[in-house]
């Protein structure tokens, strides 16, 4: 069982910081990419953020030069430095992770999801 707990949501103004964690934990062998994600009601799921286990970052355009993405592989940590908020990234985040298992020798590859941490940004 894998698991992953995010935290660090709640209300900014606009201009203000949050910032976002998300913990892995369970039979983890490793794990490859780490992202955030966010959705409205009725909308998508989309991408704001993902980083490799070696570093290299991919950023939606909305948010570049605002969010920051880093990873701790020894904790299993994923986080989101989020500046400059704006009211447009009001949204339910997600924390996204391909988590390699290893079970009786074989090894795959499984997604797994947080359960979403509510960020709202007033104006």
């Known amino acids: 069982q894998v698991q992953l707990v995010e935290s660090g949501g709640g209300l900014a103004q606009a201009g203000g910081s949050l910032r976002l964690s998300c913990v892995a934990s369970?039979?983890?062998?490793?794990?490859?990419?780490m992202g955030w994600y966010r959705q409205a009601p009725g909308k998508q799921r989309e991408l704001v953020a993902d980083?490799?286990?070696?570093?290299?970052?991919n950023y939606a355009d909305s948010v570049k030069g605002r969010f920051t993405i880093s990873r701790d592989n020894a904790k299993n940590t994923v986080y989101l430095e989020m500046n400059t908020l704006q009211p447009e990234d009001t949204d339910v985040y997600y924390c996204?992770?391909?988590?390699?298992?290893?079970?009786?020798?074989?090894?795959?590859?499984?997604?797994?999801w947080g359960q979403g941490t509510q960020v709202t940004v007033a104006s």
């Open positions: 369970g039979s983890i062998f490793s794990i490859n990419s």
């Open positions: 980083i490799t286990r070696g570093g290299k970052t």
């Open positions: 996204n992770a391909g988590v390699v298992l290893r079970t009786f020798g074989i090894v795959r590859e499984r997604d797994y």
